[in-house]
């Protein structure tokens, strides 16, 4: 499945040249949607010990696949209907604490946004074994790594949250990110803010009154999407 040319033009487009955020990443130029169809042809099929080996490639696309293949093995430890919450609940733990412990493996964005949010959001969302609420202070724990990857893993896993009404992990780690230096951090900050003000602007808005000034304008440009053109003028100008 290898293509050269592609693998040039996904070497451009993740930056992995000298300095750039994405330096010295390999690509085979495997697009995301073969990937994914090997996935659904092998899911259920490897050990962790097996997947770890594919996250230990120095492939992008090998590594993307161990991960979707963590995706697919959260997906069916999560209690369908007719089951207790707290059915599967030692497997969900066994899965988000190995895709954390090889969390550093996920180095770069496309890594990041496809795999945390539906790997870690459903561990953090259903109750543990004993029924009490699984604890989410080890988001705030990602968001102090020194890592931009496993900071960008702490703000994007809260998607799954705010998909679901809650909203609080996800203004929180937002704060705490918003002096972050970096752009794709500025984005995934952003993009969940926006998320958050698709389903509750005022809360959004209260949010930008306390903290404009602070945000960089590559943040705000992407909280600020869904409001009127009247709106988004109105916050440029502030900030």
Known sequence: MRNFEQAKH????????KGEYGEGDLFLGIRVPLTR???????????????????????????????????????????GKGHQLT???????????FYIRNAEKANNWD?????CQYILGPWLSYPDRNGSPTDRSVLFKL??????????????????????GEFGEALQI???????????IHKAVGWVLREVGKRDMELLIQFLDRHYAGMSRTTLRYAIEKMTEGERKYWLKRN
């Not at 996904?10 to 040249?17: E, I, V």
């Not at 609940?89 to 066994?94: L, S």
């Not at 890594?111 to 795999?115: A, E, G, K, N």
């Not at 890592?147 to 703000?155: C, E, G, P, T, Y």
Request: glycine share 4%.
């Open 10 to 17: 996904l070497s451009r487009f993740f930056k992995t040249g």
């Open 37 to 79: 169809r090997v996935v659904k042809d092998y899911r259920f099929s490897l050990s962790l010990d097996e997947i770890s080996g594919l996250l230990s490639s120095e492939w992008h696309e090998i590594r993307l696949a161990g991960f979707l293949l963590l995706v697919e093995e959260m997906k069916a430890a999560v209690p």
């Open 111 to 115: 890594l990041v946004d496809l795999t």
């Open 174 to 184: 937002s704060e705490r990110l918003l002096p972050h230096p970096h752009d794709l």
């Open 87 to 97: 059915d599967m609940a030692d497997r969900r733990e066994e899965l988000a604490r």
């Open 143 to 164: 968001c102090e790594n020194e890592s931009l990857w496993i900071q960008r893993i702490a703000i994007v896993t809260t998607l799954y949250f705010i998909r679901n």
